[in-house]
Every structure is written in structure tokens, then in C-alpha cells.
């Protein structure tokens, strides 16, 4: 079946510094991919997808590339701000049957000032 | 206004107590679904529910029922709750694309309910 791993947290990163939260996903044939992110008491948001292999999916200055060579859609960001504290949740959709998404754990991250 | 709204937002209930969550949408989706969130084990999948007479389990729906009342309608009931059911749940939506032609691949998610069971 379909899962999503991703590095555990909590990340926790000053102000301006760069971000990656590795994700890889092991499916068959050629699932999307989506990072959601959940900020403090609320629901998850869409942050980026990408549909295709190579695919860039890009959002509010985070980018995820769609690697099936390394079954890899890893969350980068290159100055972080406060306001990106949040928990970020990696997930697929495999391209056959009828099922949901498929999410990581989850990865929180901590910015400081 | 919210596009998808749950209720309650929390409740606390006690071992073997019958509870219903409730989520309303706006969004005129088809898809509707109920996720639970663990910490540490990310969103695992109850129930989905694809149109008002599609409703298939997911990958934890033991312990669980749903209804899907109306299109824009998805609850959720625990029949005997116990301790191990407290978690925070969530109900999304999706637009499958048939009728409208949109984006099938975004869930939309509610604000979640807090459930605790003593």
C-alpha cells in the first residue's frame, strides 16, 4: 500500500534561516504529492502539489520538487519567518482506486525570533 | 463564514456514551471524508464518502459509523466510545471534477473537534 515518511520533529530554526523537511513516499505508478501545513488550533491547509515527476510546486516562498528517481517531495524554504511555526504534513494520492489522501506523521516547526 | 464547519469544536464524554460530530460544508463538494489525528501518527482515514449513497470505510473505522445525510452533510458516530477514540477529528471535502470540471486533488479541511473520552 501507499505511505509517506517524513523526518520527525520538532524542527527548530532562527529566524531567517533555510528549511528542508525531507519527505519520501513509496507507491505505485505515479501518485501526487501535497504538502499541507496546520497552524496552532486550526485545520490543515493546502501549502503546494505537484502532480507530475519533476513537477516544482511552489507557495508563500516554499517549493517542493516531485523526484521519482528518489520517491522524494522534500519541503524547503530559504528564510524562515516566525509566522511559518506550524506543524507541516506531507501526502500523497495514488493515481489508481478510490482512496484519500495517504499523510506523513508530521513535522513541527519552531521558528524563533 | 467558514467553507467547512464541525461541531462541536470539543467534548469531553465518558467510556461507552454514544456521540455524534457533525460537519457541514458550503463548498458544493461531493467528497466529504473523516480523519482522526493522533500526535505522532499524522491523519489516518475513517470513513469517505464519495456521493450521498457512496460510503466506503478507510483504514481505522472499526469502532466508528457515519451518514452522509445530504451532499453537504458527514457525521460521524462513535456507538460505545472508549478511552483510545480521544484524538482530534477532522472532516474535509473535495470536489471530484466530474460535475464541475475543477480541481479533484485539494482537500478542503473543517477546524477539527476535540474529543476526549474519560
Known amino acids: 500500500g501507499n505511505s509517506v515518511t517524513q523526518m520527525e520533529g520538532p524542527v527548530t530554526l532562527s529566524e531567517e534561516a533555510f528549511l528542508t523537511i525531507n519527505c519520501t513516499y513509496t507507491a505505485t505508478g505515479y501518485p501526487s504529492l501535497f504538502w499541507y501545513v496546520q497552524y496552532p488550533g486550526e485545520g490543515l491547509q493546502l501549502l503546494l502539489k505537484a502532480t507530475k515527476a519533476d513537477d516544482k510546486g511552489s507557495n508563500k516562498g516554499f517549493e517542493a520538487t516531485y523526484r521519482k528517481e528518489t520517491t522524494s517531495f522534500h519541503l524547503e524554504k530559504g528564510s524562515v519567518q516566525v509566522s511559518d511555526s506550524a506543524v507541516y504534513f506531507c501526502a500523497l494520492r495514488g493515481d489508481t482506486g478510490r482512496r484519500a489522501l495517504t499523510f506523513g506523521s508530521g513535522t513541527r516547526l519552531q521558528v524563533q525570533p | 463564514d467558514a467553507d467547512v464547519t464541525q461541531t462541536p469544536r470539543n467534548r469531553i464524554t465518558k467510556t461507552g456514551k454514544r456521540i455524534m460530530l457533525e460537519c457541514s460544508q458550503t463548498?458544493?463538494?461531493?467528497?466529504m471524508y473523516w480523519y482522526r489525528q493522533d500526535p505522532g501518527l499524522g491523519l489516518q482515514l475513517i470513513y469517505y464518502s464519495f456521493d450521498v449513497k457512496d460510503i466506503n470505510k478507510g483504514e481505522i473505522s472499526d469502532g466508528y459509523s457515519v451518514s452522509r445525510q445530504a451532499q453537504a452533510k458527514f457525521s460521524l458516530s462513535l456507538e460505545s466510545a472508549i478511552p483510545n477514540q480521544t484524538a482530534l477529528y477532522f472532516c474535509?471535502?473535495?470536489?471530484?471534477?466530474?460535475?464541475?470540471?475543477?480541481?479533484?486533488?485539494?482537500?478542503?479541511f473543517g477546524p477539527g473537534t476535540r474529543l476526549t473520552v474519560l
Open positions: 474535509a471535502t473535495s470536489d471530484s471534477g466530474l460535475v464541475s470540471g475543477g480541481n479533484y486533488n485539494e482537500q478542503f
Open positions: 463548498k458544493g463538494h461531493d467528497r
